[in-house]
């Protein structure tokens, strides 16, 4: 085992010492050392419930025949660093968790990892350090929160409801009492946010590429089923040191392909694209961003999940849960092993009835396509990326007017202000991973151009990326990005902005001699963040196309 190398022989005196010192006894020195990597906070909902989970998981990996130890990870809601300076630091918390799980691990050789998460970027970077370190791990997602409740037994959702809502009041849309009543009732307690927004979208896609028990992606925070999973990956994870089972036995290109095509049925958040491309790039695994779009168009949106649609993580769950999702999908997923044992194909013959109203047959989608879409052209040449699930058919394809901010909070200033008519198109730059940096969401615009009601008739565009909760004609992740003099930086305001997603095209239509004239005289703006380590983040991270990762240049 990787801890004899802390534990066995004379030399390991000093270190057997200190492992008493923590109290472990010498009869527990020859089980397999499992570290749990923990995110609990009391800053997230989604989090606060993971000291109970820590119990069971604990209980499962001493009943299989482990010693468990416990270690801390940070954790940033997205939805409280929304709109402010804290979003710059949401996504590169991602390449921060990666490698402090990868730190922990080798400095103290553990044998495996439970992975305990939850919310938005703590997923995916607990997913890369798996990948990266390819030492038996397994993954525990807390789960979703149960939907909020209003008068008239209205469900709410956290993200949709409260983020428009704002707008909405603005607008004279509703009151301060029905303002009050959302506020109060979005968040009913434990649980990532209940829409298939990134948290949620994240936790099924590891449940589909086999990195976490069946169910694990969707059972609620507050079931006893969720106790019982984190008691059984406790389990788990012993069995797998021994059995020497690897997440890059599991996560290979046919699971990240079954992983894209369960994300594009559901019409699940396009943050996954950053993500998977970078835990696939851990995982040594090629995943070309056009291969999004690729299987997109072989498979069918067939759930209407919020926010754009009707069905919550409760819903989706009691339905069929990822199992349902695989048996519908049929053979467009491919046969796969998980941790669990059984390979895709069986997990999907293991469900019995899956409900139809939720879940649909393929012959029966939501919409032809998968939720997501690829564009490009001359303003994003390296790709650009549309969660299409969320697009309405009147806003498929549009010719707007430039209208152009070089921060987030301009233009939501201008939004809030009604300063932004039918026909514009916001165009928010200098907000990518390194120009932001950290590439922030752009929920509280999206949201807001919702709230007004003018989701059929203006786009926004950005180098920064969305919420899983955005929905509308909302195009993010233009490669390349304004900071490094990608085409969004020279556009102007009262430049024509076509946007075509069938066709999936994504132009400037200002001709390449003016553009050549306008980049002659563009200037590098001065970074936003100048120390710190965001300030050395911002030196080493990569495009959207590549999945923002960093590098070592």
């Given at each position: 085992?990787?801890?004899?190398?802390?534990?066995?022989?004379?030399?390991?005196?000093?270190?057997?010492?200190l492992?008493?010192?923590?109290?472990?006894?010498?009869?527990?020195?020859?089980?397999?050392?499992?570290?749990?990597?923990?995110?609990f906070?009391?800053?997230?909902?989604?989090?606060?419930?993971?000291?109970?989970?820590?119990?069971?998981?604990?209980?499962?990996?001493?009943?299989?025949?482990?010693?468990?130890?416990?270690?801390?990870i940070?954790?940033?809601?997205?939805?409280?660093?929304?709109?402010?300076?804290?979003?710059?630091?949401?996504?590169?918390?991602?390449?921060?968790?990666?490698?402090?799980?990868?730190?922990?691990?080798?400095?103290?050789?553990?044998?495996?990892?439970?992975?305990?998460?939850?919310?938005?970027?703590?997923?995916?970077?607990?997913?890369?350090?798996?990948?990266?370190?390819?030492?038996?791990?397994?993954?525990?997602?807390?789960?979703?929160?149960?939907?909020?409740?209003?008068?008239?037994g209205?469900?709410?959702?956290?993200?949709?409801?409260?983020?428009?809502?704002?707008?909405?009041?603005?607008?004279?849309?509703?009151?301060?009492?029905?303002?009050?009543?959302?506020?109060?009732?979005?968040?009913?307690?434990?649980?990532?946010?209940?829409?298939?927004?990134?948290?949620?979208?994240?936790?099924?896609?590891?449940?589909?590429?086999?990195?976490?028990?069946?169910?694990?992606?969707?059972?609620?925070?507050?079931?006893?089923?969720?106790?019982?999973?984190?008691?059984?990956?406790?389990?788990?994870?012993?069995?797998?040191?021994?059995?020497?089972?690897?997440?890059?036995?599991?996560?290979?290109?046919?699971?990240?392909?079954n992983?894209?095509?369960?994300?594009?049925?559901?019409g699940?958040?396009?943050?996954?694209?950053?993500?998977?491309?970078?835990?696939?790039?851990?995982?040594?695994?090629?995943?070309?961003?056009?291969?999004?779009?690729?299987?997109?168009?072989?498979?069918?949106?067939?759930?209407?999940?919020?926010?754009?649609?009707?069905?919550?993580?409760?819903?989706?769950?009691?339905?069929?849960?990822?199992?349902?999702?695989?048996?519908?999908?049929?053979?467009?997923?491919?046969?796969?092993?998980?941790?669990?044992?059984?390979?895709?194909?069986?997990?999907?013959?293991?469900?019995?009835?899956?409900?139809?109203?939720?879940?649909?047959?393929?012959?029966?989608?939501?919409?032809?396509?998968?939720?997501?879409?690829?564009?490009?052209?001359?303003?994003?040449?390296?790709?650009?990326?549309?969660?299409?699930s969320?697009?309405?058919?009147?806003?498929?394809?549009?010719?707007?007017?430039?209208?152009?901010?070089?921060?987030?909070?301009?233009?939501?200033?201008?939004?809030?202000?009604?300063?932004?008519?039918?026909?514009?198109?916001?165009?928010?730059r200098?907000?990518?991973?390194k120009?932001?940096?950290?590439?922030?969401?752009?929920?509280?615009?999206?949201?807001?151009?919702m709230?007004?009601?003018?989701?059929?008739?203006?786009?926004?565009?950005?180098?920064?990326?969305?919420?899983?909760?955005?929905?509308?004609?909302?195009?993010?992740?233009?490669?390349?990005?304004?900071?490094?003099?990608?085409p969004?930086?020279?556009?102007?305001?009262g430049?024509?902005?076509?946007?075509?997603?069938?066709?999936?095209?994504?132009?400037l239509?200002?001709?390449?001699?003016?553009?050549?004239?306008?980049?002659?005289?563009?200037?590098?703006?001065?970074?936003?963040?100048?120390?710190?380590?965001?300030?050395?983040?911002?030196?080493?991270?990569?495009?959207?196309?590549?999945?923002?990762?960093?590098?070592?240049?």
């Amino acid at each position: 085992m990787r801890s004899d190398m802390i534990k066995k022989g004379l030399e390991r005196t000093p270190h057997r010492a200190l492992l008493k010192g923590t109290g472990v006894p010498q009869n527990q020195m020859d089980k397999p050392f499992i570290g749990v990597a923990t995110s609990f906070t009391d800053l997230i909902p989604g989090h606060v419930g993971m000291r109970d989970l820590e119990r069971f998981i604990e209980k499962g990996v001493h009943s299989g025949g482990g010693y468990a130890f416990f270690f801390g990870i940070p954790g940033v809601c997205d939805g409280m660093a929304m709109g402010h300076k804290g979003m710059h630091y949401s996504l590169p918390t991602r390449e921060l968790i990666a490698d402090m799980v990868e730190s922990v691990a080798e400095a103290h050789r553990l044998d495996g990892l439970v992975l305990l998460t939850n919310c938005d970027k703590i997923t995916p970077g607990m997913l890369m350090a798996a990948a990266r370190l390819n030492i038996p791990c397994i993954v525990v997602t807390a789960g979703p929160m149960m939907s909020g409740r209003g008068t008239a037994g209205r469900k709410y959702s956290f993200v949709s409801d409260t983020f428009e809502a704002m707008a909405r009041y603005k607008a004279g849309v509703i009151n301060d009492k029905e303002l009050q009543v959302c506020e109060d009732n979005a968040c009913p307690g434990m649980g990532s946010c209940q829409g298939l927004f990134t948290a949620n979208t994240m936790a099924i896609l590891t449940e589909t590429m086999g990195m976490s028990l069946p169910r694990c992606g969707t059972a609620l925070a507050v079931s006893a089923l969720k106790r019982r999973i984190a008691f059984a990956s406790g389990e788990k994870i012993v069995e797998l040191v021994h059995n020497d089972v690897k997440p890059r036995d599991i996560m290979t290109r046919k699971a990240f392909e079954n992983a894209i095509r369960v994300d594009l049925a559901l019409g699940g958040s396009s943050n996954t694209v950053l993500h998977l491309l970078a835990i696939a790039h851990e995982a040594g695994v090629e995943l070309p961003l056009e291969l999004f779009d690729e299987l997109g168009k072989d498979t069918p949106q067939i759930a209407s999940m919020n926010p754009a649609g009707e069905h919550f993580m409760e819903d989706l769950d009691i339905a069929g849960g990822v199992s349902g999702v695989l048996k519908q999908l049929g053979s467009k997923i491919n046969d796969t092993p998980t941790l669990f044992g059984l390979t895709t194909h069986q997990l999907a013959e293991s469900i019995q009835n899956v409900d139809e109203e939720v879940i649909r047959p393929l012959g029966n989608p939501i919409k032809k396509e998968g939720g997501i879409a690829i564009l490009s052209g001359n303003i994003a040449p390296k790709g650009a990326v549309v969660k299409q699930s969320g697009v309405s058919e009147a806003m498929m394809k549009f010719e707007g007017v430039a209208r152009c901010f070089d921060a987030e909070e301009l233009a939501m200033a201008a939004i809030m202000e009604g300063k932004i008519k039918s026909g514009d198109c916001v165009v928010i730059r200098y907000e990518g991973p390194k120009g932001g940096p950290g590439m922030r969401e752009m929920l509280a615009p999206t949201a807001a151009i919702m709230g007004m009601g003018l989701g059929d008739s203006v786009a926004l565009i950005t180098d920064g990326r969305f919420s899983g909760g955005t929905r509308g004609p909302c195009i993010g992740h233009i490669s390349p990005e304004a900071a490094q003099g990608g085409p969004i930086a020279l556009v102007k305001d009262g430049d024509i902005i076509r946007l075509d997603i069938p066709n999936r095209r994504l132009e400037l239509l200002v001709d390449d001699a003016t553009l050549a004239i306008r980049r002659a005289s563009w200037k590098a703006p001065e970074p936003k963040i100048k120390g710190g380590w965001l300030a050395r983040y911002a030196k080493v991270v990569t495009s959207a196309h590549t999945g923002a990762i960093t590098t070592a240049d």
